[in-house]
């Protein structure tokens, strides 16, 4: 069974960019969620979608927006990038979205210059 | 508004003894609780969880203790090895959670041969 599916592993940006991170949930899953993981705030919510449906949101500001295709896959964006958005961003998949079998993918790791 | 608390941001014990991490939490509505454990570059993987309607759960060489009244919950590790090392992150739920997981900000664990 494969797992979470995250691409690109390394990315490198220059502020003011935009950049698209992939994710390919474990197949089955329907729900795709993502999370932002820096030193300092640990790992922190972003969105989770559901049936190409965005069910809730995280604090953070608009540059970040995803959406989630009708085969499960997820993308998300980040827009006029800062360097503050320098972190490892993980995609995690699970059957529901209700709590348990959330799988997590190896991350994209995005470095802003 | 920090729900969960690690208070502990790094623990290092030596090979063999017995390793604790603690996890505090503020929302009375958490029904379980689960413990992601993660190595760098890579993403969390699911630990060990455990029910509000138990006190103890045990799986190898890996338990967790919940005190509901304290609100307090602690796993711990025996004997630690040294693969082991990495951090951990303690993650309540509940059926109101929003589709979404609430993490502490980890504990790095560090066990010494």
């Known amino acids: 069974k494969a797992g979470v599916t995250q691409t690109p592993r390394y990315l490198i940006k220059t502020r003011g960019q935009q950049v698209t991170l992939s994710c390919s949930p474990i197949s089955g899953h329907r729900s795709v969620s993502w999370y932002q993981q820096t030193p300092g705030q640990g790992l922190q919510f972003l969105f989770e979608?559901?049936?190409?449906?965005?069910?809730n949101k995280g604090n953070f500001p608009g540059r970040f927006s995803g959406r989630q295709f009708s085969n499960s896959r997820s993308e998300m964006n980040v827009s006029t990038l800062e360097l503050g958005d320098s972190a490892l961003y993980l995609c995690?998949?699970?059957?529901?979205?209700?709590?348990?079998?959330?799988?997590f993918g190896s991350g994209t790791r995005l470095t802003v210059v | 508004d920090q729900q969960v608390k690690q208070n502990s941001p790094s623990l290092s014990v030596q090979e063999g003894r017995i390793s604790i991490l603690n996890c505090d939490y503020t929302?009375?509505?958490?029904?379980?609780f689960l413990w992601y454990k993660k190595y760098p570059a890579e993403g969390p993987t699911f630990l060990i969880s455990i029910s509000s309607i138990k006190d103890k759960n045990e799986d190898g060489r890996f338990t967790v203790f919940l005190n509901k009244s304290a609100k307090h919950l602690s796993l711990h590790i025996v004997p630690s090895q040294p693969g082991d090392s990495a951090v951990y992150f303690c993650?309540?739920?509940?059926?109101?959670?929003?589709?979404?997981?609430?993490f502490g900000k980890g504990t790095l664990l560090t066990v010494n041969p």
């Open positions: 979608y559901f049936s190409e449906t965005q069910r």
């Open positions: 993650s309540p739920h509940s059926g109101g959670s929003n589709y979404k997981l609430t």
């Open positions: 929302n009375s509505m958490f029904d379980y």
């Open positions: 995690a998949s699970s059957p529901e979205g209700t709590g348990y079998g959330y799988t």
